[in-house]
């Protein structure tokens, strides 16, 4: 990275935007972009990484510098992870400055404590040991240090992938098939996709795998009535669509209207036509109770901590707390139960989160299944082998790892209605 004062002067200011975390970090830095649009586009991805950067390294470059100022944390930053070396610096640091850049060189990392190592909160690391050893964790905690591979997903309604890797190949785009979704594409760099013609003819989304997957786990066919009950932006929408044919009838609820509207340009450009955007207040909603025992597979991508996520979304190690953690439990239970109810005898509900955390995991499904002797729970692995995709160690339940499978972190459990309890 080439350094110039007012490089740093804006690296400076954009981490102090962000660092209060009064709200998503990608939302704030998407502010700080709209209000400086003279910036070009090496200057936003420089900015970018040292913010992300900075978050997922946070509490080791705290350590560093105590109750630090937004600059030395940024001149931590850029000292013990982007190999800038004094003589760089010396141009921009104040004399008092010199002599502490030579002392936080000296610090060792492999000398701290577990969670600074890991950049894991103190809380989160206490409920990982009872599950994983302290070995486990710093090996996830380093992998979740890392920024997340670029994944794609073909809408195999309008193209093919061999298809579209070689238009990426003859654009200079470098990509592979991903490992285990059978319509998955994993890029190299970080090149522009959303102003690439295959995205803006709907051939191509911009998906993690491990998402991707969720939705062969589901497996909605031709002319079956499917409910995604917490849509969101609709990327998994948009993928039980294509695995439809178009065919059929497809509910995509949620209770955010403004996530449901950056779902509209999504499904034009998709070509699906069997998709309806719905509203709800709540899962007690009106529409839900007309639907009861009427649908035939259910897609319950819960509310969560995100904590698989963290490659992405590291500002959520700040965002979260044991507190939040229990409120959404309580939302986890409300919401699937709702969502059961609308299953017909017979029926298949995938629950799944993006959390790394059995309570938000198995723990949900223990306690739904000891309340719904209806339903009883579907292997996830002999679900994917039928439909020849293969993971190393996936058993009853899908818990997808970036360690593992180098996609984010998601956990998905698939229930079968078996029959009706009155």
């Not at 955390?357 to 729970?377: D, K």
Request: some cysteine.
């Amino acid at each position: 990275m080439r350094l110039t004062p007012e490089r740093l002067d804006l690296l400076i200011a954009a981490v102090r935007k962000i660092l209060p975390l009064q709200a998503p970090a990608d939302v704030l830095l998407r502010q700080f972009f709209q209000d400086r649009p003279q910036l070009g586009q090496n200057d936003r991805g420089v900015i970018a990484e040292t913010v992300f950067g900075v978050l997922r390294r946070r509490f080791f470059l705290e350590k560093l510098v105590g109750k630090a100022t937004t600059r030395e944390l940024v001149l931590a930053y850029l000292t013990r992870f982007q190999g800038m070396n004094l003589r760089e610096l010396t141009p921009f640091l104040r004399e008092t400055e010199i002599k502490w850049i030579q002392q936080i060189k000296a610090i060792k990392l492999e000398e701290q404590p577990l969670f600074i190592r890991a950049e894991f909160p103190e809380w989160l690391v206490e409920k990982l040991q009872k599950f994983w050893t302290d070995e486990e964790i710093l090996h996830l905690g380093q992998t979740l240090q890392q920024p997340a591979p670029l994944d794609i997903r073909v809408n195999s309604l309008l193209a093919k992938r061999e298809e579209v890797l070689a238009t990426l190949k003859q654009q200079g785009i470098e990509a592979e098939p991903t490992p285990f979704s059978p319509i998955g594409i994993r890029v190299t760099g970080k090149p522009v996709i959303n102003r690439n013609e295959l995205f803006l003819s709907g051939k191509i989304e911009v998906q993690d795998e491990g998402s991707q997957l969720l939705g062969f786990l589901l497996a909605p066919k031709r002319g079956e009535m499917v409910v995604d009950f917490c849509a969101g932006a609709g990327g998994k929408t948009l993928l039980l669509g294509a695995l439809m044919h178009s065919h059929g009838r497809l509910y995509a609820f949620d209770v955010s209207e403004k996530r449901l509207n950056n779902l509209k340009p999504r499904l034009k450009r998709s070509g699906l036509s069997n998709v309806h955007p719905q509203r709800i207040d709540s899962e007690r909603d009106i529409k839900l109770k007309r639907l009861a025992g009427k649908i035939d597979r259910v897609m319950i991508d819960a509310p969560c901590s995100g904590l698989g996520t963290l490659r992405r979304n590291p500002d959520l190690k700040w965002r979260q707390n044991p507190e939040s953690i229990d409120e959404l439990q309580t939302k986890q239970i409300a919401i699937f139960d709702a969502a059961a109810n609308l299953l017909k005898p017979g029926g298949r509900l995938v629950y799944a989160t993006c959390s790394l955390l059995p309570e938000e995991n198995q723990q949900i499904v223990a306690q739904f299944l000891a309340n719904h002797p209806q339903f009883s729970v579907l292997h996830c692995g002999e679900l994917l082998e039928q439909q020849k995709i293969t993971l190393p160690d996936i058993g009853e339940y899908l818990q997808l790892s970036p360690l593992h499978h180098n996609t984010d972190g998601f956990f998905a459990a698939v229930l079968e209605r078996t029959k009706n309890i009155t």
